[in-house]
C-alpha cells in the first residue's frame, strides 16, 4: 500500500509518494497556477498523481489516501475557511479533492501544523509524542501536536503562535491588524525592522541600511553590537511567547524551523535561556530542537495525515 503527501504554497504545490510506513519513495512538484481564483488547483495536483500513479504502476486499489497542507485553517469537518494565497473562499475542501481522485480519503489542514507533524513523525522530534514547533520565515508560522495529533481548534486556528501579542505597547501594526504580535520581532522581516528602528543609536554598527536576517545574525555571531541587540530582543520575544504555549500544552521538545532556524546555536541558546526564564517551573524539561526536513516537513507530514 502507499499513500501521497501534498504541500500546497503561493508558488509551488510539493508533492510526496510514500510506502504505508511513511517512508517516501519519490517527490515532485507542479507550479500554484492561481488562475481563475485558484480554481484549477485541485485538477492539476490530482491530474500529476494519476501520472505518478502511471509512472510506478499502482493501482487505485492500492493508495490509502491523500494528505494535503494548505496556507490556511481547516477545520475539523474538511473545510479550508479562506486561503488568501490561493484565491480560494470557504468550500469542503476534503470532498471536492476526493471527488477529483477516484473517491479515495483526502485529510486536509493548515501547513505549519502539517509541518509539526512532519517533525514529529519523520524529523527532529520523531518519538516524541507532544510537540510544538515554530516555523520563522518571512512570517511566523506554528504548529501543535498533542499525544500525536494535530491541535487545531475549533475554528481550524490553533497553533497561530506568530500572532501572540508580546508587546502591547507597540505602535506599528503587523499584517493581521494587531499589533506587538511575535511576528512583527522574530521574523526575518521584524529582525530587520528591529534593526532600522534602532540603527541611529548604534553609529558604529558594521549593519548596512539594507540588510537581510542572514546579515544581523553574522554580525552577532561577530560580535556587532546592534545585531546583538536585535537577536537578543528576538530571543527575549519567542522566549516570552513559548513560554505561553508550554505553560499550556507542557510539550517534551519545542522545534524550530523557517529559515531563521539557520542561525543555529545562537538563535536556539537565546530562545531557550529566555523561555527558562519565563516558564512555569513544571514545564520546564523541554528539549530545544532545530527542524530537519527542511521543505520536505509538509509532504511527510500531511502523508502522515493518512493512516
Keep these: 500500500m502507499y499513500k501521497f503527501g501534498v504541500d500546497v504554497g503561493g508558488t509551488t504545490v510539493k508533492m510526496g509518494l510514500f510506502d504505508e510506513q511513511g517512508t ?15 480554481s ?48 480560494w473562499g470557504v468550500f469542503p475542501v476534503e470532498k471536492a479533492f476526493s471527488e477529483q481522485f477516484h473517491g479515495l480519503p483526502v485529510k486536509a489542514a493548515n501547513d505549519a501544523n502539517v509541518a509539526a507533524l512532519g517533525e514529529q513523525t ?54 493581521c491588524g494587531k499589533h506587538g504580535c511575535l ?34 545574525f553574522d554580525a552577532a555571531k561577530a560580535g556587532d553590537i546592534l545585531a546583538m541587540k536585535a537577536v537578543q530582543g528576538l530571543g527575549e520575544y519567542l522566549g516570552l511567547a513559548l513560554s505561553f504555549v508550554a505553560n ?18 545562537i538563535l536556539i541558546d537565546e530562545v531557550e535561556q529566555k523561555f527558562q526564564k519565563y516558564v512555569f517551573r513544571p514545564c520546564r524539561n523541554v528539549e530545544f530542537l532545530l527542524a530537519k526536513l527542511g521543505n520536505d516537513a509538509g509532504i511527510y507530514g500531511a502523508s502522515a495525515l493518512i493512516s
Excluded: W
Excluded at 516555523?135 to 498533542?146: H, N, P, R, Y
Excluded at 532600522?196 to 548604534?202: I, V
Excluded at 500544552?249 to 523557517?258: E, H, Y
Design 24 to 38: 517516501l519513495l519519490e517527490k515532485f512538484e507542479i507550479p500554484t497556477d492561481k488562475t481563475e481564483d485558484g
Design 248 to 265: 499550556i500544552v507542557n510539550p517534551q521538545a519545542i522545534v524550530i524551523g523557517g529559515g531563521v532556524s539557520r542561525a543555529g546555536k
Design 183 to 216: 511576528e512583527q520581532y522574530a521574523s526575518a522581516t521584524g529582525v530587520v525592522r528591529v534593526v532600522k528602528n534602532l540603527k541611529s543609536f548604534y553609529p558604529d554598527t558594521g549593519l548596512q541600511e539594507e540588510c537581510s536576517a542572514k546579515d544581523v
Design 122 to 175: 519523520a524529523g527532529a522530534a520523531k518519538g516524541r509524542r507532544n510537540v510544538v514547533m515554530v516555523t520563522l520565515g518571512t512570517g511566523v508560522g506554528g504548529g501543535i501536536i498533542i499525544d500525536g495529533k494535530i491541535l487545531t481548534g475549533a475554528n481550524g486556528g490553533a497553533g497561530e503562535i506568530g500572532h501572540i501579542t508580546v508587546n502591547p505597547k507597540e505602535e506599528a501594526r503587523c499584517n
Design 40 to 87: 484549477h488547483i485541485i485538477e492539476q495536483i490530482t491530474k500529476r498523481l494519476n501520472q505518478a500513479m502511471e509512472e510506478h504502476d499502482l493501482t487505485v486499489e492500492e493508495c490509502m489516501g491523500v494528505g494535503v497542507g494548505l496556507p490556511g485553517p481547516v477545520d475539523e469537518q474538511g473545510n479550508i475557511l479562506g486561503c488568501v494565497n490561493l484565491g
